[in-house]
């Protein structure tokens, strides 16, 4: 069996844990391939709202295995806290979570790092989420890192303080801020977790498939923050495209299935960096009301913009999409006109590209509205009524720019509000 994959199309909070919640029926193992505590995932569940950070979301589905695979980064205090959460609301993952031994962690050294170093930058600052992701990625890249199979080696404390030690210095280049040092709960958060399964997460899979298991990669942020075709600098530290699944769980390109890609019906952004269509109007502030746009791991309000269809195309050929769910499009029943990005001009020139460095601004957006279906979709949906006219001439004009189907359309938060088309 191949291994299907599902990431987000824009700079993350698409929808994708409650995607991913509702695709996990189908499938025998999801794994986390990239990204660590910065991501959050929400879910509705009969127990209400619940916000993964690290644990894949498929935890709530028990015939499911869910691994938290090679490519993530792993704060133990947050997996700690996770684990706790959802034993408390009646979920216990003792049996169907394991954590790979490949996975890197995430020390509070890095976590100062990160605020140091985006204290330093001032107003240049990427608008991290502070949870040590960049500094963690650069220690493993840099192969200084600590990784998660090295907690039952002898020797691991002592290569903490001696890393804890190489961060302090590092920190100073920076220029020293005030921290509050957590080692403590750290070493405890590992002392809890170590009673978790571990495993190999390479063979584990490979195993999986040859044995016919169906198997769904999640991906966290969107492709818009991937290290290497986001816009960068103002990215996250990580691939957090189908690419980065081959790496972070250590299956081969040939293995890869369908790649299911997350978008709403508009766009949202947390942080700094450039976002294209994104509104300072009325427009923007009736989304992000409607929308209830509020980062799920910082609370930090998100940049609301139109959907950007240049943007999305990128986002298609850089993936392989095969199939696109379109997340929040009962948001959009409250707008007299859908407005949509439609091309950039380039230095006067008509353009279906994205430019090399969103940054530069040396482009302008076109824009493209169609006409609004005024009717609540989550009633359509609940009274198995066809879709209205107006949202299927929307819908069929992106489809057929975007060269793939979109399937799925997402009508409110919970479980159920879903339609299949
Ligand atoms: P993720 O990081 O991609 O999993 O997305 P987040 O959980 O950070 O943000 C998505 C937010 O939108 C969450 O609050 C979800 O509960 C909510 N949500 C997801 N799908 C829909 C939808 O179709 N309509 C509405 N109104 N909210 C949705
Ligand atoms: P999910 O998985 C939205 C953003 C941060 C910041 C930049 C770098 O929930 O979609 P980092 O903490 O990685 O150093 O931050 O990336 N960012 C996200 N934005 N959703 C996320 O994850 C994000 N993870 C990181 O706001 O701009
Ligand atoms: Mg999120």
Same mark, same amino acid.
């Not at 490949?102 to 608008?127: C, F, M, N, Q, V």
């Not at 942080?271 to 509020?294: A, R």
């Given at each position: ?20 919640? !509702? ?53 133990? @205090? ?20 394991? @954590? ?12 100062? +790092? ?55 210095? +590092? ?37 999986? +498939? ?49 790649? @299911? ?35 799920? %791991? ?40 859908? %407005? ?22 040396? !482009? ?44 799925? @359309? ?12």
């Amino acid at each position: 069996m191949p291994v299907d994959v599902l990431i987000g199309l824009q700079w993350g909070d698409e929808g994708k844990g409650k995607i991913v919640d !509702y695709l996990a029926n189908n499938y025998d193992v999801i794994c986390r391939f990239q990204g660590g505590p910065n991501a959050g995932h929400t879910i509705y569940t009969d127990s209400g709202k619940f916000v993964l950070h690290t644990i894949p979301s498929g935890i709530f589905r028990s015939n499911t295995i869910n691994v938290i695979g090679n490519g993530v980064v792993i704060d133990p @205090i947050t997996l700690r806290k996770e684990i706790l959460g959802l034993k408390e609301i009646g979920v216990d993952v003792s049996q169907n979570l394991m @954590i790979a031994q490949k996975a890197h962690l995430i020390l509070p050294s890095h976590r100062y +790092l990160d605020a140091a170093s985006e204290a330093s930058k001032g107003t240049a600052k990427i608008g991290s989420t502070l949870r040590g992701i960049g500094p963690t990625y650069m220690d493993k890249t840099g192969r200084n890192g600590l990784r998660y199979g090295d907690i039952f080696r002898s020797n691991f404390k002592e290569r903490y303080f001696s890393l804890k030690e190489k961060h302090i210095k +590092l920190g100073d280049v920076h220029g020293a801020i005030d921290f509050e040092w957590n080692d403590e709960e750290w070493f405890d958060s590992i002392e809890f977790l170590k009673s978790f399964k571990v495993v190999n997460c390479e063979y584990f899979l490979n195993k999986s +498939l040859d044995e016919g298991k169906k198997v769904l990669a999640e991906g966290a942020q969107g492709v818009m923050l991937d290290i290497d075709y986001g816009t960068y600098p103002y990215v996250t530290s990580s691939n957090t495209i189908t690419a980065g699944v081959c790496t972070g769980l250590g299956v081969a390109p040939s293995q890869i299935g369908d790649v @299911i890609g997350i978008s709403k019906a508009y766009c949202t952004r947390v942080g700094s960096g450039p976002f294209p269509s994104e509104l300072f109007d009325h427009h923007g502030e009736k989304l992000q009301e409607l929308g209830n746009e509020f980062g799920a %791991t910082t609370g930090r309000p998100r940049r609301c913009g139109w959907l950007d269809l240049v943007q999305l195309k990128y986002s298609v050929m850089i993936n392989g999409v095969t199939k696109i769910a379109l997340t929040k499009s009962d948001v959009m029943d409250h707008f007299d006109n859908i %407005t949509i990005v439609d091309s950039y001009n380039i230095d006067g020139q008509v353009s279906h590209e994205l430019p090399y460095d969103l940054c530069d601004e040396n !482009y302008t957006t076109n824009l493209k509205s169609f006409k609004g279906w005024k009717c609540k979709l989550e009633e359509v949906q609940k009274n198995g009524e066809p879709l209205p006219n107006a949202f299927e001439t929307y819908i069929t004009y992106l489809e057929k720019n975007l060269n793939t189907p979109i399937p799925i @359309i997402s009508v409110g938060p919970g479980r159920d509000e879903l339609i299949v088309r």
